[in-house]
């Protein structure tokens, strides 16, 4: 069975991540050809980047880096749950991206985001930074505005629209991460 991660990709107290990936659960967990898990940066409690190695070499010397490396390894494909700072993903989740590369390779990902425009510069971002990643990141991607999907800008109350886009994005992610499953042997 295909394992997908859903990655909550912002730390700060106050956050609204968690929310939305509850959201993305609640409805991936419906599914039949994959399971889900929610996967929390803030419980991995990484620093910034401290290996002395390339994480290309995949020799890792921290604890908190093996412990990232081992949940991360054990999946076939991701949905990133980003914030949009700045106009691009948060610190938090490129630092935690930037922490391992193999353990990447060779899986796919779809993107959920919120911010004023959709969260959808960040995810462009991200985009870039799947290529690097030998990540194949799919078409699909779930836009979330701050004005209509949160109650005051707080409370996560998302529009029954974005009920489809989030099932097609996960069709995606599943058959490209069934597809690309000879090449991660
Ligand atoms: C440092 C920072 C930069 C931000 N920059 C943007 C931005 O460029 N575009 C945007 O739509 N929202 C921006 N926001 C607003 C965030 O989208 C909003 O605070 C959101 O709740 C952050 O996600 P989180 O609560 O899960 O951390 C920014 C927020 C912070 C904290």
């Known amino acids: 069975m295909i394992k997908i991660a859903i990655i909550v990709g912002s730390t700060r107290p106050g956050r609204k991540a968690p929310a939305v ?12 050809d994959a399971t889900f898990e929610i996967v929390d940066l803030l419980a ?23 412990a990232w490396s081992e949940k991360i390894a054990a999946f076939d494909g991701y949905v990133f749950v980003t914030p949009e ?6 610190g938090a989740l490129k630092n935690a991206i930037d922490f391992l590369y193999r353990e990447w390779n060779n899986k796919a990902a779809g993107f959920v985001a919120y911010g004023s425009a959709g969260g959808t510069r960040a995810v462009e971002q991200l985009r870039l930074i799947m290529a690097e990643l ?5 078409r699909g991607q779930v836009a979330l505005s701050l004005y209509t999907d949160f ?7 998302p529009a029954p629209v974005h ?10 992610v599943v058959a490209w991460a069934t597809a690309l499953k000879p090449l991660r042997g």
């Open 21 to 32: 990936a509850q959201w993305v659960y609640d409805a991936a967990s419906q599914r039949t």
């Open 44 to 66: 991995f409690d990484l620093p910034l980047l401290d290996e002395p190695m390339p994480p290309a070499m995949g020799k890792y010397t921290k604890p908190h880096t093996i």
């Open 85 to 90: 700072y700045n106009h691009g993903p948060s």
């Open 134 to 138: 030998q990540i194949a990141d799919v």
């Open 151 to 157: 109650e005051n800008f707080a409370t996560f109350k």
């Open 163 to 172: 009920a489809k886009p989030l099932a097609a994005m996960l069709d995606q």
